[in-house]
């Protein structure tokens, strides 16, 4: 799979396992609770906050399962910020994740299929009155059962993921569920510009 950078036909994401036991140790990064704490210290949390890190709530969590893919997306919020933290389990691998931090640019209805490219434009921080172009090309289409968990429940759902490069570092995730699109744009971010504090009380229907 090429998202993240990676051209070379190996899928990205796998399924975890583990012979030793029936039920594995949950990861730090896999199936945080709803209402843990997740506190990021990377160069776009710094831009967006002016603190050199920022504490948020884990208000919605987000798994993504299919062939070769394991995905959870973790929207987190404050009074003023919202957010999304991205973990990927690293196809071949026991616990390799990458993980990377995006926004949500845009939710809306699908009108036209989605090209294979996009051009997205942004505000020029040095510019008030211009635009920055990032041009994205579509790299795959990945079917997923998704799971989505907040403190109300859970519910799950048959989506596609379209998922789009600019470059080495911006990339883009469009989860389409039924006709409605959901727009992630983003960036790789490293193990060290995130803290994890779990809830005190873990969900009762967790597994």
Same mark, same amino acid.
Do not use: N
């Given at each position: 799979?090429?998202?993240?950078?990676?051209?070379?036909?190996?899928?990205?994401?796998?399924?975890?396992?583990?012979?030793?036991?029936?039920?594995?140790?949950?990861?730090?990064?896999?199936?945080?609770?709803?209402?843990?704490?997740?506190?990021?210290?990377?160069?776009?949390?710094?831009?967006?906050?002016?603190?050199?890190?920022?504490?948020?709530?884990?208000?919605?969590?987000?798994? *993504?399962?299919?062939?070769?893919?394991?995905?959870?997306?973790?929207?987190?919020?404050?009074?003023?910020?919202?957010?999304?933290?991205?973990?990927?389990?690293?196809?071949?691998?026991?616990?390799?994740?990458?993980?990377?931090?995006?926004?949500?640019?845009?939710?809306?209805?699908?009108?036209?299929?989605?090209?294979?490219?996009?051009?997205? *434009?942004?505000?020029?921080?040095?510019?008030?009155?211009?635009?920055?172009?990032?041009?994205?090309?579509?790299?795959?289409?990945?079917?997923?059962?998704?799971?989505?968990?907040?403190?109300?429940?859970?519910?799950?759902?048959?989506?596609?993921?379209?998922?789009?490069?600019?470059?080495?570092?911006?990339?883009?995730?469009?989860?389409?569920?039924?006709?409605?699109?959901?727009?992630?744009?983003?960036?790789?971010?490293?193990?060290?510009?995130?803290?994890?504090?779990?809830?005190?009380?873990?969900?009762?229907?967790?597994?």
């Amino acid at each position: 799979m090429a998202l993240f950078g990676r051209k070379d036909g190996k899928p990205l994401f796998g399924r975890r396992k583990d012979a030793k036991s029936k039920k594995p140790v949950r990861h730090e990064l896999v199936d945080i609770p709803i209402d843990s704490m997740i506190e990021l210290s990377d160069i776009i949390t710094y831009e967006e906050t002016g603190d050199t890190s920022h504490a948020f709530k884990l208000v919605t969590r987000k798994k *993504y399962e299919g062939d070769a893919l394991r995905r959870y997306m973790y929207h987190i919020r404050d009074a003023e910020e919202e957010a999304v933290v991205g973990v990927d389990h690293v196809a071949g691998t026991r616990e390799e994740y990458e993980i990377s931090r995006w926004i949500v640019d845009d939710e809306c209805e699908l009108g036209d299929p989605l090209p294979d490219e996009m051009t997205l *434009y942004f505000p020029d921080p040095d510019d008030e009155q211009g635009d920055i172009a990032i041009e994205y090309s579509r790299q795959e289409v990945v079917p997923a059962t998704l799971t989505v968990t907040t403190v109300e429940g859970e519910e799950k759902f048959e989506v596609e993921l379209h998922e789009y490069i600019a470059g080495d570092e911006d990339f883009m995730s469009i989860e389409l569920c039924g006709d409605w699109l959901t727009f992630y744009v983003g960036r790789m971010i490293s193990s060290s510009d995130i803290e994890i504090y779990p809830a005190l009380a873990p969900e009762s229907s967790r597994k």
